[in-house]
């Protein structure tokens, strides 16, 4: 079996020395993680291995040497670098040297007989490498994942390596990714120190908040029912939800909550940046004034539209004949309702100016904030709708359940409450004679009250329609990873999928030299990987039992307005 060592190309032109590194003795693999050059003490590069070691949990040791050749007085050197194997015994023994002519190195592996083996050398982009994180794939099922993953792992549980570089006073001089200095940012560095405070102060305002909600008055019934039923309410909930996340303060985070913060933080700037942007066109120009002037007449406009909605069904609709006495009852009945909702509208009308002036304040809170704010005011605009439903889908139902009864009288069954199922039943005169009685009256009312029942119907789902946009575009910016999804477009790397390798140079007698890649992690992936929790559940009804709803009258909503607790 071939020995496989991974060099890193930044160490190709480090001076001669020691391959700091790994050996990975499952897949005969050694993992190169620096070169060390002198001048060094071999027992003070003992006892720095060895205190790595401790930090890292890996078993750093001296693979081999590195000799770069400039000239006749590297030959010394080389001999030098080949007596050091005698001091750090490690099976087998790496020698790698820079030839001046070739582009390439000379690599071999020596096992415990000095025998050569057979070498697979493997060049990789050390910086990319120990950014990166690999996740799983069919791309990374086709290669060994175990040898990969363990690869992955070992660059990546380094990093106390990396944290010396040449400037620095210490028993040892390593060349790696960073030996040119640690990468830094000002404004990062800033960043990281001012967040400390502004967690703490997160913290005791939510603190803050939630004793205020817990307190008997705003968790009882009128309140707490608002608060499940109305989308602001709710958008504000979760919003306390993300700013909680974001201030729990957690020392060594993983990849995923890291991740969620920092999408969670990325959608929160984003989101209140649009909201400032609407806010400031909102009170630029009065158009707060422009939208209280128009409200009031599309409202009107509304209610007279229903009006005569209401005059039609009332007379013979598409040439339809209705029972006379039950259409007359039902289109007063909900022309009742449209006169109150007008009075409604003109008592509130002097007051809708300076509501929708606070209103479009709330949309400094983010977007989102401000599009929950539009969905319930298109609700309670419409509340006259959903009522005008509720009423034609109960009063249907209650149609259909007696015209279902009934026929299962004339076949002689009847539904058994305790079992659960239809059995036979024996029926005498008397209520067979009623029921086909109060079967032929239900059977020739149901046209006209299917007639309203449809058309309420197909009002309240235009209603949520538009509703339903609004809540859609509120979970995409709740929900979508922008950072992941800046991270995949800008910096490809860092979000593995798995490796690719191109050959460098095969010929017979030489190692094999391959140059390991990173395959990027497609947008699909880091979609579902990294999607924050959805602010709303979606129906779990298929199509089949929606339709059946609607047609035995039941009350549907095309989603729950409670939204399951994700944790």
């Known amino acids: 079996m071939a020995v496989k060592i991974f060099f890193p190309t930044c160490c190709s032109a480090a001076e001669s020395g020691l391959l700091i590194g790994c050996w990975i003795a499952e897949q005969r693999s050694a993992v190169v993680l620096a070169t060390l050059h002198f001048p060094f003490i071999p027992g003070l590069v003992k006892r720095y291995l060895a205190d790595l070691q401790q930090v890292t949990g890996l078993s750093l040791s001296v693979l081999g040497t590195w000799s770069h050749r400039k000239g006749e007085k590297e030959e010394q050197m080389e001999s030098f670098l080949g007596d050091l194997g005698s001091i750090f015994t490690h099976q087998p023994w790496l020698r790698m040297a820079r030839e001046t002519a070739s582009k390439f190195w000379d690599c071999g592996a020596g096992g415990s007989g000095d025998e050569a083996q057979e070498v697979v050398l493997v060049y990789y982009d ?71 405070p502004v967690c703490a102060l997160l913290s005791f305002f939510l603190w803050l908040i939630a004793s205020v909600c817990d307190t008997r008055v705003l968790s009882g019934r009128p309140l707490s029912f608002l608060w499940n039923k109305l989308a602001t309410c709710e958008q504000l909930g979760r919003r306390r939800e993300n700013l909680a996340l974001i201030s729990t303060a957690d020392r060594s985070p993983d990849h995923a909550l890291f991740m969620r913060k920092a999408n969670t933080v990325v959608s929160l700037l984003l989101d209140m940046a649009l909201g400032i942007l609407l806010m400031s066109w909102l ?20 209610a007279l539209e229903l009006q005569g909605l209401l005059q039609w069904l009332m007379g013979a609709p598409a040439g339809l004949k209705m029972n006379r006495t039950l259409d007359e009852v039902l289109g007063r009945f909900f022309m009742y309702h449209i006169h109150l909702w007008i009075s409604y509208i003109r008592l509130m009308s002097p007051f809708i100016e300076v509501i929708l002036w606070y209103i479009g304040l709330s949309a400094c809170l983010g977007l989102s904030v401000a599009l929950s704010i539009l969905s319930d005011i298109i609700a309670l605009l419409t509340f006259h709708i959903y009522c005008f439903y509720v009423y034609g889908a109960r009063l249907y139902c209650m149609k259909m359940h007696g015209l279902s009864s009934l026929w299962r009288l004339f076949r002689g069954k009847k539904w058994n409450v305790l079992r659960q199922r239809v ?106 990987s990294y999607r924050l929790p959805s602010s709303r559940c979606y129906p779990k009804d298929s199509w089949g039992s929606l339709c059946k709803k609607l047609f035995i009258g039941e009350l549907v909503y095309p989603w729950k307005q409670k939204r399951d607790k994700q944790d």
């Open 423 to 528: 059995d036979s039943c024996s029926y005498d005169l008397d209520q067979l004679f009623l029921g086909t009685l109060l079967f032929t009256i239900l059977l020739f009312l149901l046209p006209t009250t299917a007639l309203y029942y449809l058309v309420f119907t197909l009002l309240r789902l235009l209603v949520v329609l538009v509703q339903g946009v609004i809540h859609l575009v509120v979970d995409l910016l709740s929900s979508l990873p922008l950072y992941a999804l800046g991270l995949r477009l800008c910096r490809s790397y860092r979000l593995a999928a798995g490796v690719k390798f191109r050959t460098l140079e095969q010929q017979p007698g030489k190692p094999l030299r391959l140059l390991m890649q990173i395959n990027p992690l497609p947008f699909s992936h880091v979609l579902q």
């Open 126 to 196: 050390q910086m990319k490498l120990m950014l990166s994180v690999l996740h799983p794939s069919d791309t990374l099922a086709k290669a060994d994942p175990a040898e990969l993953a363990a690869v992955f792992d070992t660059v990546a549980r380094s990093r106390p390596l990396f944290a010396l570089d040449k400037y620095d006073e210490g028993p040892v001089k390593l060349t790696h990714w960073q030996s040119d200095g640690m990468e830094a940012s000002i404004i990062v560095e800033l960043c990281k120190q001012a967040s400390v």
């Open 283 to 302: 009170y630029r120009g009065n158009r707060i004034g422009q939208l209280a002037d128009a409200l009031i007449p599309a409202a009107d406009h509304v």
